[in-house]
């Protein structure tokens, strides 16, 4: 393969559009319900996040951070000192 089978005449093509967004009540991938377009946005959660820092950022008010948690006791668990990395989490609409 030479420097010059890289180049073609395809630049002025469109880009291919996003696919649509799932229909409510729709599952993912692992057949779980996927409610967030009924509940409000979705966060994925990074290093250093906690609830309390999420609430913040997306409410202005870090004391909403149990909104957040009942919404999402069933990722996070009982303690909701331990949200993990990667986890997706629902920000309800208040």
Not at 48 to 63: F, P, T, V
């Amino acid at each position: 393969m030479g420097l010059l089978d890289f180049l073609s005449d395809k630049g002025e093509q469109k880009p291919v559009e996003p696919a649509a967004k799932p229909a409510a009540g729709a599952t993912d991938f692992f057949g779980n319900a996927n409610n967030s377009a009924a509940s409000g946005d979705s966060y994925t959660v990074v290093s250093g996040d906690s609830l309390s820092k999420i609430a913040k950022n997306h409410y202005g008010d870090a004391a909403k951070w149990h909104q957040i948690y009942e919404a999402n006791k069933a990722i996070i668990g009982t303690n909701p000192d331990h949200i993990e990395v990667g986890q997706v989490l629902t920000l309800p609409s208040l």
